[in-house]
């Protein structure tokens, strides 16, 4: 009987750390959809912009196979547009914070950016996708680890029920 006891707590446990998990994946996703409007507060004024650099951004992730004891590295390439725009008769070159691959935008292309004109090099730009596709992939992990979560929590009460039943 300790022994389900045990278990039951250890289901409800790990219900409550996914779940737990879940939510802050869910909040991230959340913010990210809502960065775009943000923005759009403080950053009025409409600029047309020329991406004239796409920086090569490079993350090493190191991967380790713990039977063997050997560890490999990969590398993934992301690319961030660097913007040049004239506001208010100042030159402007701003980097964007998000970079994604393929680039959002090709070296040369005029894009629309939306910046604050108390401080232009405070932008966004309306037609990048990236943190809504960001918003999108968080949000959707987090949903599937909330469900995973509940689901943890109902099998831990139904066990929990069938085990009173039995004793009764």
Not at 23 to 37: E, N, V
Not at 62 to 87: A, L, N
Not at 103 to 114: C, D, S, Y
Request: charged share 20%; proline share 4%; net charge positive.
């Amino acid at each position: 009987m300790q022994k389900n006891i045990n278990e039951i707590k250890l289901l409800k446990l790990i219900g409550v750390f996914i779940i737990i998990f879940s939510i802050i994946f869910i909040l991230i996703g959340s913010f990210s959809f809502m960065l775009p409007k943000i923005k759009s507060n403080t950053c009025t004024e409409s600029v047309n912009a020329q991406v004239i650099e796409n920086i090569v951004v490079k993350n090493r992730h190191k991967k380790i196979k713990h039977h063997k004891k050997t560890s490999y590295s990969t590398t993934s390439t992301t690319y961030r547009p660097v913007f040049s725009f004239t506001y208010n008769g100042t030159e402007y070159k701003v980097e964007s914070k998000t970079s994604s691959n393929p680039p959002a935008f090709q070296k040369g292309e005029i894009v629309e950016l939306k910046i604050d004109p108390d401080n232009p090099e405070n932008f966004y730009a309306p037609s990048d996708k990236t943190t809504k596709i960001i918003g999108i992939v968080f949000t959707g992990i987090g949903a599937v680890f909330f469900i995973t979560g509940i689901i943890f929590e109902i099998i831990a009460i139904k066990k929990k029920n069938h085990k009173n039943y039995e004793y009764l």
